[in-house]
């Protein structure tokens, strides 16, 4: 098993180029204050903001309005409060993967429940998506402890990515509507498509990835 500390961390997102010096500049003009703890707060509260602009779009759909600003702040808060740790040089790096990552699980839970409870998503497509999502999130956490490497990029795609999706959905819908539509006598809508074809697609990573790693250590005789 590797040391949780000495892990190396893999993120060749597609956003990458933009994303990490965007948060290098803000991590620099950040005041004393906003601490990665703090930071890591207002990503939970990001979360929160989303899941319930989701659940009151049910009365209004001006609220999605309010689940944008919660992605941006979910984001903002979960990418800075690393880059602030290491710049400051005040890494504690069990500590901060433990709380980074639990706290990443209540996030994910926030907004794939927040996203079944509006008349956009159906439910149980929802709780599929979070399914798929939490089980490549523990697959993660299983290769970083017995290879050593954290990677949070499968084909280009990250969680920032996760998050454009989401933004650019939401923004769908306020323009769109539900705009339902009958299949086999059960009706859906584009969102429940996308939000599924997400939930597909991390299984598939899941499957890929958990076959080529038992390859590798089964190869290495470990």
Same mark, same amino acid.
């Given at each position: 098993?590797?040391?949780?500390?000495?892990?190396?961390?893999?993120?060749?997102? *597609?956003?990458?180029?933009?994303?990490?010096?965007? *948060?290098?500049?803000?991590?620099?003009?950040?005041?004393?204050?906003?601490?990665?703890?703090?930071?890591?707060?207002?990503?939970?509260?990001?979360?929160?903001?989303?899941?319930?602009?989701?659940?009151?779009?049910?009365?209004?759909?001006?609220?999605?309005?309010?689940?944008?600003?919660?992605?941006?702040?979910?984001?903002?808060?979960?990418?800075?409060?690393?880059?602030?740790?290491?710049?400051?040089?005040?890494?504690?790096?069990? +500590?901060?993967?433990?709380?980074?990552?639990?706290?990443?699980?209540?996030?994910?839970?926030?907004?794939?429940?927040?996203?079944?409870?509006?008349? +956009?998503? @159906?439910?149980?497509?929802?709780?599929?998506?979070?399914?798929?999502?939490?089980? *490549?999130?523990?697959?993660?956490?299983?290769?970083?402890?017995?290879?050593?490497?954290?990677?949070?990029?499968?084909?280009?795609?990250?969680?920032?990515?996760?998050?454009?999706? *989401?933004?650019?959905?939401?923004?769908?819908?306020?323009?769109?509507?539900?705009?339902?539509?009958?299949?086999?006598?059960?009706?859906?809508?584009?969102? @429940?498509?996308?939000?599924?074809?997400?939930?597909?697609?991390?299984?598939?990573?899941?499957?890929?990835?958990?076959?080529?790693?038992?390859?590798?250590?089964?190869?290495?005789?470990?």
């Amino acid at each position: 098993m590797h040391d949780i500390v000495a892990h190396t961390r893999v993120n060749d997102i *597609l956003l990458g180029p933009l994303e990490r010096p965007a *948060l290098r500049w803000l991590a620099v003009r950040m005041p004393p204050w906003v601490t990665p703890d703090r930071c890591t707060a207002v990503g939970v509260g990001g979360a929160a903001l989303t899941a319930a602009g989701f659940f009151l779009s049910g009365a209004s759909a001006a609220f999605l309005w309010l689940a944008v600003l919660g992605v941006l702040l979910n984001w903002l808060g979960d990418s800075l409060d690393g880059n602030i740790a290491r710049l400051r040089k005040i890494e504690r790096p069990r +500590y901060g993967f433990f709380i980074d990552h639990a706290c990443d699980a209540v996030c994910q839970v926030l907004i794939f429940l927040g996203l079944g409870l509006s008349p +956009y998503v @159906d439910f149980t497509i929802a709780s599929l998506a979070l399914i798929g999502y939490s089980t *490549l999130a523990i697959l993660m956490y299983i290769r970083t402890c017995v290879s050593g490497e954290f990677k949070i990029s499968y084909g280009r795609m990250g969680p920032t990515e996760a998050r454009a999706v *989401l933004i650019l959905l939401t923004v769908a819908m306020l323009v769109f509507g539900p705009e339902p539509f009958v299949l086999e006598g059960v009706s859906f809508t584009g969102y @429940d498509v996308v939000v599924g074809g997400v939930g597909v697609t991390t299984f598939i990573f899941f499957a890929g990835t958990a076959w080529t790693e038992r390859g590798r250590l089964a190869a290495l005789g470990e």
